[in-house]
């Protein structure tokens, strides 16, 4: 299962960090790096950091967006060095691993760790299904980042180990789900709620108040439930109603 699970780097600054992530992860048994928009990459001194890690290095996948690099995945968790109040779930690095190991299971999961100075955007983290923080020091909070990766590679080994502990189902015991109940993937997601912005504006919803705040909050939501494939359509089939149309599909 952990090969179902890809660690995200947005716009890592220090090539020393890829590095030592790649290590990290390996060190655990991860292997699927995606790094978004590095600010140089690839470099001598990441391949020197990696160590014996240049295999998970070389196959890293860069690309521009953060949606691009969880697309495909129906379950995101973003990590965060400050405790947020916004509408975001937090969870503790155990409880992230185990429920990201139950995602793995049946799906592609991300982790996602942010910029060394300044870590996700609002519109990074909306894009996550709840946020992970590691905890710290509260006078001294914010852990290096590859550092962050340790930790939370750890725990995911941790709990594979404890998943195989448990005895495998006879086969045919548990149902297969039928493919649409499975959870929606991030680009389904998003295609959803592009065309929910596209139905409000034409509905005039939004009127005097702020589309991004509205959406943010609709997001939050949406995060919460983890809608699944199902859903996803027959929520493009109510936009397209209350659009006019019958159908949304093009
Ligand atoms: N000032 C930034 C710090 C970024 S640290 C902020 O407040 O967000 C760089 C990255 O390391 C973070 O985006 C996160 O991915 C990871 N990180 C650092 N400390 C962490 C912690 N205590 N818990 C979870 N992730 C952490």
Same mark, same amino acid.
């Given at each position: 299962?952990?090969?179902?699970?890809?660690?995200?780097?947005?716009?890592?600054?220090?090539?020393?960090?890829?590095?030592?992530?790649?290590?990290?992860?390996? @060190?655990?048994?991860? %292997?699927? &790096?995606?790094?978004?928009?590095? !600010?140089?990459?690839?470099? +001598? $001194?990441?391949?020197?950091? /990696?160590?014996?890690?240049?295999?998970?290095?070389?196959?890293?996948?860069?690309?521009?967006?953060?949606?691009?690099?969880?697309?495909?995945?129906?379950?995101?968790?973003?990590?965060?060095?400050?405790?947020?109040?916004?509408?975001?779930?937090?969870?503790?690095?155990?409880?992230?691993?185990?429920?990201?190991?139950?995602?793995?299971?049946?799906?592609?999961?991300?982790?996602?760790?942010?910029?060394?100075?300044?870590?996700?955007?609002?519109?990074?983290?909306?894009?996550?299904?709840?946020?992970?923080?590691?905890?710290? @020091?509260?006078?001294? %909070?914010? &852990?290096?980042?590859?550092?962050? !990766?340790?930790?939370?590679? +750890? $725990?995911?080994?941790?709990? /594979?180990?404890?998943?195989?502990?448990?005895?495998?189902?006879?086969?045919?015991?548990?149902?297969?789900?039928?493919?649409?109940?499975?959870?929606?993937?991030?680009?389904?997601?998003?295609?959803?709620?592009?065309?929910?912005?596209?139905?409000?504006?034409?509905?005039?919803?939004?009127?005097?108040?702020?589309?991004?705040?509205?959406?943010?909050?609709?997001?939050?939501?949406?995060?919460?439930?983890?809608?699944?494939?199902?859903?996803?359509?027959?929520?493009?089939?109510?936009?397209?109603?209350?659009?006019?149309?019958?159908?949304?599909?093009?």
């Amino acid at each position: 299962m952990l090969e179902n699970i890809r660690i995200v780097l947005v716009n890592t600054s220090h090539p020393g960090n890829i590095g030592a992530a790649a290590r990290a992860m390996k @060190n655990m048994g991860l %292997s699927k &790096l995606v790094l978004v928009d590095p !600010v140089d990459h690839p470099t +001598y $001194e990441a391949y020197s950091r /990696a160590a014996g890690a240049d295999d998970v290095l070389g196959a890293a996948v860069v690309v521009k967006t953060l949606a691009e690099a969880v697309a495909g995945c129906s379950w995101v968790m973003g990590t965060s060095a400050r405790e947020r109040t916004v509408q975001w779930p937090m969870m503790q690095p155990r409880e992230c691993a185990e429920e990201t190991m139950k995602q793995a299971a049946q799906a592609e999961a991300a982790i996602v760790f942010g910029r060394e100075r300044t870590g996700l955007t609002n519109e990074e983290l909306e894009q996550c299904h709840a946020l992970v923080n590691i905890p710290t @020091n509260p006078d001294y %909070s914010s &852990l290096n980042v590859a550092a962050a !990766v340790q930790v939370l590679s +750890y $725990e995911l080994r941790l709990a /594979a180990l404890a998943s195989l502990a448990i005895a495998e189902p006879v086969s045919g015991e548990v149902a297969a789900k039928h493919q649409d109940d499975l959870p929606a993937t991030a680009d389904q997601v998003d295609g959803m709620y592009q065309h929910l912005y596209q139905m409000l504006e034409d509905v005039k919803f939004f009127g005097t108040s702020n589309p991004e705040i509205v959406m943010r909050r609709l997001k939050g939501l949406f995060n919460r439930a983890q809608v699944t494939i199902r859903e996803v359509s027959i929520l493009r089939g109510i936009f397209s109603a209350a659009q006019g149309r019958k159908s949304a599909r093009k």
